[in-house]
């Protein structure tokens, strides 16, 4: 099976390149999806919230219900929905089947990457199983600094429409890639999803959640009014925007890699590490925010710090969770947006309130928090003599 990692892996990061540029591609074309659809923007936008909420809740329970199926299979079977979710855009009518369907893109998502990890982890060695981590999100990453911007190019120049349609192409390529080139690999966890459950769930990976939560729910109170932030504080102009952001979005893809490496020489120092240079991290933005040059250096440090803390959460997921992991390797992406969502609800609070420098401090505030808490989840272990009902 290592023979084949490496095939195997490219076309798992194919995958998620494919689902990581559908998921944003909405934000791109949304004053176009509005208007053709005959909706407010707002309503447009709840596209995302329906995302989120499919791989928060649709993931986790589409887990659990194949959780005894062959991982090749689910995986298959997981992409060509995919695929046909994201192409449902070119005959969606209204704006409900619209949001229906993202909804089931997203809950597709929360499966395919779940299995895509615990897959990942059985192609390596166990030393390599965070590098292996992050070469799935990394495709999810890369999506973010090149497949978003290109599918928004398309869909702004020849319709929002062509951009999923663009997207469920690639999409089919990276199926006949998975076929091709990642073997059967058979569920790993403890069989039946309630067995599995007692696992996932269990305190010590709660604990490692929360922190999950917090350290993104920090970065997105920042990142979602970034722009504002930006343009009032630091004096960019809107256009110049964009240079920032691909700044930060290359940092990112260059984060997560890092992260994977940092993860497999130990997941609980880079946790903890991580948490407290992401803390300065916007610190720093805070201070410098006049000074742009400095900005975009701090950017960069946040996008490479910040992204790479997620290789080292899903490790330490996978290892908590025992036999129940399974079912927990989709959890963290349910945390994470979690804390998304309620990061950038923070944020738009404190922007109404204090402005475009308020989404900085709460973001400072919450990351902040996060240290303690990565610090204290780093003693958890799992006991290796205990069976179920095994506690940290």
Not at 72 to 80: D, E, F, Q, S
Not at 120 to 143: F, N
Not at 222 to 247: C, D, K, M, N, W
Not at 259 to 276: I, P
Request: glycine share 14%.
């Amino acid at each position: 099976m290592n023979t084949r990692s490496g095939p195997a892996l490219a076309a798992l990061f194919a995958a998620a390149f494919v689902m990581g540029s559908a998921e944003l591609l909405v934000v791109g074309v949304i004053d176009l999806i509005a208007a053709d659809l005959e909706v407010p923007v707002s309503t447009a936008g709840a596209a995302v919230t329906a995302y989120a909420l499919g791989i928060a809740i649709g993931g986790p329970v589409l887990t659990a219900l194949t959780i005894r199926s062959g991982r090749r299979a689910v995986l298959a079977w997981a992409l060509a929905g995919y695929v046909l979710a994201t192409a449902a855009p070119l005959v969606t009518p209204s704006a409900g089947l619209f949001l229906t369907t993202r909804f089931a893109a997203g809950s597709l998502h929360g499966l395919f990457i779940g299995v895509a990890f615990a897959v990942a982890g059985a192609l390596v060695p166990p030393e390599r199983t965070g590098r292996a981590i992050g070469i799935v999100l990394g495709g999810i990453s890369v999506s973010t600094a090149l497949g978003v911007p290109l599918g928004t190019l398309v869909g702004q120049g020849m319709g929002w429409r062509a951009g999923f349609a663009g997207v469920a192409v690639l999409g089919l390529g990276a199926l006949l890639a998975l076929l091709r080139a990642v073997p059967a690999v058979a569920a790993t966890g403890g069989g039946r999803a309630l067995v599995q459950a007692r696992y996932a769930f269990a305190p010590r990976v709660l604990a490692v959640l929360g922190t999950g939560l917090l350290l993104l729910g920090g970065q997105y109170a920042v990142l979602t009014y970034i722009t504002p932030f930006l343009q009032e504080r630091t004096g960019v102009s809107s256009s110049a925007v964009s240079v920032f952001l691909l700044a930060y979005g290359v940092a990112t893809a260059a984060g997560v890699f890092a992260g994977g490496w940092a993860a497999d020489r130990s997941a609980t120092r880079a946790l903890v590490l991580g948490s407290a240079a992401l803390a300065v991290a916007l610190g720093l933005l805070h201070l410098v925010a006049a000074i742009p040059v400095l900005v975009v250096i701090v950017l960069v440090a946040w996008g490479v710090v910040g992204t790479g803390l997620v290789p080292s959460l899903q490790y330490r997921v996978l290892e908590l969770a025992g036999p129940g992991r399974d079912l927990a390797a989709t959890l963290p992406a349910s945390a994470l947006n979690g804390g998304i969502a309620l990061g950038a609800l923070a944020g738009g609070w404190t922007l109404d309130a204090y402005g475009a420098g308020g989404p900085v401090i709460v973001g400072l505030v919450v990351t902040a928090a996060a240290l303690p808490a990565a610090w204290a989840t780093s003693a958890l272990r799992v006991t290796p003599t205990r069976t179920e009902g095994a506690s940290a």
